[in-house]
């Protein structure tokens, strides 16, 4: 094996051992991030017995399997979950890798992209659990995203590593973000206020209170039912909205991809989220009858932002150049 061959297998090799590292890190910010928790003042510790956990049982990945997933005092278990984020983090790191020559591209595109990658997994995860993202993830993403913008920018051509433009970062800035923002904090609301039961009762009661001759104790009576019918509205969440974090995510997404990855991204999201609540929703119609809960988006939108973010670029350029030649041909 030549010396070309050998350097490049060794750059993914340490690129999965890093992301790997990287991967325990992350979860330790997926689970103490949205509680509220400082990332550095507590060691680690075991959930349930409290002891703290000693240094060659916080190997990634190799401490999780050696233990099969059992805590060393008190033999509980240890959530998959560990292994699950640190393998991820470590694949995810080698397939960005995988798409660049470390020798002509250089190092800090790729750098880049993982440290993007890295928000995205926690992002993805805190969602999933919680429904809601961390704001000081959102920025760290955001900054990440300038920073890229800046640097691949400025940056001497041969050492840039990436072809994405300032304009396509701006035009990915609002190219999804734009769409929610309008779908989640004015389509979806005025769905909502000709849909909803508690909505209609509660503009049927003011209009009442507004036209009405009424007594005192009828009055108060129905001003009772006002609140709650709003109480109820204030407490649901909507099925399908997007929320402030979303448009952030796709924000910061659409300024580090660019304009045709975020696009692809948001759609996948849209096909992997409507799959996936099609799946719920015959699950519980068919065996347990439970009903189907609001989910998180964010989840379908950080994997679509990561899946396309490999190969979103070029399966939009297929798409638009398809859509081009056939307009063309009649
Ligand atoms: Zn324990």
New binding site residues.
Partial sequence: MDFVTLSTIGIRVMAFLFGAVIGSFLNVCIYRLPAGESLTKKNSH??????PIKWYDLIPIISWLVLRGK??????KISGRYILVESLTGIMFVLTFLQFDVITDGLIYPALLCLFIAGLIVIGFEDYDTQEMTVGVLIYLGIVAIATRLLTHFLPTHIRGCDITFTDGLIGLFAVSVPFLIIGFVITPLVYSFIDEDRKSARKIRKRLRTQDLDKTEERKLEKALEKHLEAVKEQKPVFGFGMGDVILMAAGGLMYGWKTVVFAAFAAVILGGICAIVLKYRASHSYGKDVKAFAFGPFLTIGLALSSFFGTQLMDMYINYVYTSTHLI
């Avoid at 075991?46 to 002891?51: H, K, P, R, S």
């Avoid at 805590?71 to 509980?76: E, K, L, M, V």
């Fill in positions: 075991c959930m349930t017995c409290g002891t805590c060393r005092a008190c033999g509980s």
